[in-house]
């Protein structure tokens, strides 16, 4: 039986892309789920692998999804191998808050990241930039040395100058991808730049509201040259902590982890307790205020949402 991975879910129709086609070509097969599947209470989610059986009017069915790497619940996809972060340099503004939350969830889901600042040709040059939302490229170089020195790979780029596109496209190559991050970022614009031949509907940031407006509306695998599966999704800018525990938090801070295991308590949770490695860490500069800070924020938001419950 074929084996392909859906590339794409829509009303009730699973679009299966061979595993042996030719990338170029994207040519799918559309399928239905099995009728067990239903009662069963299974999902066939973008990205699975499944296998297929063609029916005679050239349409097919999935008939068995094989085993998950990972899932992903927002957006729903399966065997992600990594998330593309992007946040623009401007407009939206760069909130770092924003940026720590979004690690602290794929760090939970234990999916590798690419840090990716675009819109790097809206980058001032003067300090003193009497426009407040504008970055200057001291700034976004401070940011970057911060993130890199945590462990993340970094990849600054334009699309409208055609910057960086090279450097996405080598570290995707031959992955299951998912471009994540607030809406008007430039996700759509910036797979337009990598994929030649697309043409992923973007738009203009509302000026009133100083946000996106949520252009991309479905989660859809699209092939890359190079062997890989990228996925434009739709930005958010809302994410609950549903999933992360308040002992697990800490874990979700990369540069964390290892000085944590000097603290005095297993599961200390680098508030006052005695001996605290993390917050010596902070003091000696070593681990980035800003970071100990959201994860103070963090901390007091997952506590507050299990009183709520
Ligand atoms: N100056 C500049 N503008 C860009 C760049 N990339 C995207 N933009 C603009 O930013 C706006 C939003 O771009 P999109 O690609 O639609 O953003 P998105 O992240 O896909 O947004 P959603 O689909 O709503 O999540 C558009 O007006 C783009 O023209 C860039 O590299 N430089
Ligand atoms: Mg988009
Ligand atoms: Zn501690």
């Known amino acids: ?83 593309v972060l992007v946040f623009s340099v401007t407009e939206p503004v760069l909130n770092l808050q924003l940026l720590d939350k979004f690690l602290v969830h794929i760090e939970n889901t234990g999916i590798d990241v690419l ?44 699309s409208k100058l055609q910057e960086g596109v ?5 570290h995707l190559d031959g992955a299951v991808s998912v471009f994540a991050g607030q809406s ?8 337009n730049a990598m994929i030649s031949g697309l043409n992923l509907e973007t738009n203009a940031i509302s000026q009133r509201l100083g946000r996106g407006k949520h252009t991309t509306r479905h989660v859809e695998l699209l092939p890359l040259t190079n062997g890989g599966l990228v996925a434009d999704t739709p930005g958010f800018s809302q994410l609950d902590f549903m999933e992360v525990e308040a002992e697990g938090l800490s874990g979700c ?22 001996d605290c490695k993390v917050r010596d860490a902070v003091a000696e500069g070593v681990i980035a205020a800003s970071r100990f800070d959201h994860y103070l924020l963090f901390l007091t938001e997952i506590k507050d949402r299990k009183r709520r419950y």
């Open 184 to 191: 008007g970022v430039g996700k759509s614009s910036l797979l």
């Open 1 to 83: 039986m074929p084996q392909g991975y859906i590339v794409k879910a829509l009303s009730g129709y699973y679009y299966v892309l061979p595993e042996e086609a030719d990338l170029r070509e994207a040519k799918t097969v559309t399928c239905r789920g099995r009728g067990v599947f239903k009662n069963r209470n299974i999902t066939p989610l973008v990205g699975d692998r499944v296998m297929y059986a063609e029916t005679e009017n050239g349409e097919g069915t999935v008939t068995e999804i094989l085993p998950r790497t990972s899932e992903l619940i927002r957006p729903p996809i399966a065997n992600v191998n990594v998330v």
């Open 166 to 170: 090279e450097a996405i496209l080598h």
């Open 115 to 158: 840090l990716c600042f675009t819109k790097s040709d809206l980058l001032t040059e003067d300090d003193d930039s009497s426009v407040p939302k504008e970055m200057t490229v001291a700034e976004l170089e401070r940011i970057t040395k911060l993130y890199e020195g945590i462990g993340y790979t970094v990849v600054k780029t334009s």
């Open 253 to 274: 801070f990369k540069e964390f982890a290892a000085i944590a295991e000097g603290c005095r308590f297993r599961g200390c949770l680098h508030l006052h307790e005695p």
